[in-house]
C-alpha cells in the first residue's frame, strides 16, 4: 500500500497525524512514513497528561485506539505509556506506543519537515510556553505551525511568540472570519468543503494563508490546488 499521488501544483501536502491512510495515526510508524516521502510538513495532536508531560494523541480519551479506555488528561505518562494501540486491522503491534511531544518533535527534524501541531483543548499560558520550550530545544521552532479549534490558545501563543505561524481551526467559513484571522495574523485552517474559488480568493486578496483538512480524494485535491490553497492536509494524498 502506498500513498496517492495527485496533482498539487503549488500547494504543499501535510501528512495528517502522520501517514495515516498506510499507519496507525499519531504513532512514530506514521510520523516516519511521512518522513520518508514528500510531504511539507507533518501534522499531529497534543494533549497534556495529569503529571505535566505532553503526548501525541487526538482524542481526550483512549478507548477508540487501543483496548483500554482512559482519559489522557485524567491520566499520567506512565500509564498512558503503558498502552499498546490496536494496528488499523486491529492487530498487535509493540511499536504502537502513545508518542511524547519530544519524539514527534524531533522525528520532523530528523526528516526536515514541517511540523503542523494542533493545541488540543484549552491550554494555560505557562502549558503553551513549556511546549515551546520543548521544541526550542530541538532547535525546530521556526519549523512549526500552530493550530487549534479554540481561538483563545492561538492568543495565549501570540503572548510569546508574536510572527509564529498559526492558523485558526474551523469547519465553516463566515464572513466575519477574515477580520478575525488578520487581528492575530492568523492563517485559515478550514474543512475543505467549506471552500468554494470566491472564498480562497477573498481569502488571498486579504494575505491570509489558507489550509483545508482533510482532503483523500484525488479528484479534491486538484480541485483544491486549482483553486490555489496554500496547504492540503491529507490522511493519503501526496
Known amino acids: 500500500m502506498n500513498s496517492t499521488k495527485f496533482n498539487k501544483k503549488k500547494t504543499l501536502v501535510i501528512a495528517h497525524r502522520g501517514l495515516s491512510g498506510i499507519e496507525k495515526e499519531n504513532t512514530m510508524p506514521a510520523f516516519v512514513a511521512a518522513g520518508n516521502r514528500s510531504y511539507f510538513g507533518i501534522e499531529t495532536d497534543v494533549h497534556r497528561t495529569s503529571d505535566g508531560?505532553?503526548?501525541?494523541?487526538?482524542?481526550?480519551?483512549?478507548?477508540?485506539?487501543?483496548?483500554?479506555?482512559?482519559?489522557?488528561?485524567?491520566s499520567s505518562f506512565d500509564d498512558l505509556r503503558t498502552l499498546y494501540l490496536n494496528d488499523r486491522d486491529g492487530?498487535?503491534?509493540?511499536?504502537?506506543?502513545?508518542?511524547?511531544?519530544?519524539?514527534?518533535?524531533?522525528?520532523?527534524?530528523?526528516?526536515?519537515?514541517?511540523?503542523?501541531?494542533?493545541?488540543?483543548?484549552?491550554?494555560?499560558?505557562?502549558?503553551?510556553?513549556?511546549?515551546?520550550?520543548?521544541?526550542?530545544?530541538?532547535?525546530?521552532?521556526?519549523?512549526?505551525?500552530?493550530?487549534?479549534?479554540?481561538?483563545?490558545?492561538?492568543?495565549?501563543?501570540?503572548g510569546f511568540l508574536p510572527d509564529q505561524k498559526a492558523q485558526y481551526l474551523v469547519g465553516e467559513y463566515s464572513d466575519t472570519l477574515p477580520e478575525k484571522l488578520k487581528k492575530y495574523n492568523f492563517g485559515l485552517d478550514i474543512y475543505y468543503k467549506s471552500l468554494t474559488k470566491e472564498i480562497v480568493d477573498r481569502l488571498h486578496s486579504e494575505n491570509i494563508e489558507i489550509n483545508c483538512w482533510t482532503v483523500d480524494s484525488k479528484e479534491d485535491g486538484e480541485r483544491l490546488a486549482d483553486w490555489g490553497v496554500d496547504y492540503i492536509t491529507s490522511n493519503i494524498l501526496e
Open 53 to 74: 508531560r505532553f503526548v501525541i494523541i487526538h482524542d481526550d480519551r483512549t478507548g477508540r485506539v487501543c483496548d483500554t479506555d482512559l482519559s489522557v488528561e485524567g
Open 91 to 158: 492487530g498487535k503491534r509493540i511499536d504502537l506506543r502513545i508518542p511524547t511531544l519530544e519524539e514527534y518533535v524531533g522525528t520532523c527534524a530528523r526528516y526536515d519537515k514541517i511540523g503542523v501541531l494542533e493545541l488540543k483543548n484549552d491550554f494555560t499560558s505557562e502549558d503553551i510556553g513549556r511546549i515551546i520550550d520543548i521544541i526550542k530545544a530541538h532547535g525546530q521552532l521556526d519549523r512549526i505551525i500552530f493550530i487549534s479549534f479554540s481561538y483563545e490558545n492561538l492568543v495565549k501563543l501570540r
